[in-house]
């Protein structure tokens, strides 16, 4: 199962793309989430650098970054999650669509475990509603005008 979701923010790519990838900061915009921090000493992303999230719904999740091109896209899956995902991954893209302004796209891809199949609709709704809150979330926060991203 796949979906896609986007918005327009008025900030350049170059520093929405960096502010979304600042750990530090991760929890300040994204609601989400709970807990989401770099593993095994990283201390920024980037290319096989393993992150562990956990949702405000208390599910965590490890994932790897796959793709990391600033300030263009960056993509992960997962490597250990809960027991309902066969498989999950994710892509965020940055576009720009004048000069500073911005387009994210948040597009993920799931499977879930033959006993979990029938939970696939359900998921998928209650996952694009999340994602819209978070980018609004997002869209918000650069408005406020964190600062560096003005």
Request: charged fraction near 25%; charge should be positive; glycine fraction near 8%.
């Amino acid at each position: 199962m796949r979906f896609t979701e986007s918005i327009r923010i008025t900030c350049p790519r170059e520093r929405v793309f960096a502010y979304t990838q600042d750990y530090g900061q991760r929890l300040v915009w994204d609601t989400f989430l709970r807990e989401a921090v770099l593993m095994d000493g990283a201390t920024e992303a980037g290319p096989g650098v393993k992150a562990w999230c956990v949702s405000w719904h208390g599910l965590g999740m490890e994932t790897q970054y796959v793709s990391f091109q600033p300030p263009a896209v960056t993509a992960v899956k997962m490597t250990r999650g809960p027991r309902l995902f066969e498989s999950f991954a994710g892509s965020w893209r940055f576009d720009e669509e004048a000069p500073g302004v911005t387009r994210v796209t948040f597009t993920y891809a799931f499977e879930l475990r033959r006993p979990f199949g029938w939970l696939t609709p359900l998921l998928k709704w209650t996952l694009t509603r999340e994602v819209r809150g978070r980018l609004r979330d997002l869209k918000r926060r650069l408005d406020a005008g964190v600062p560096g991203t003005a």
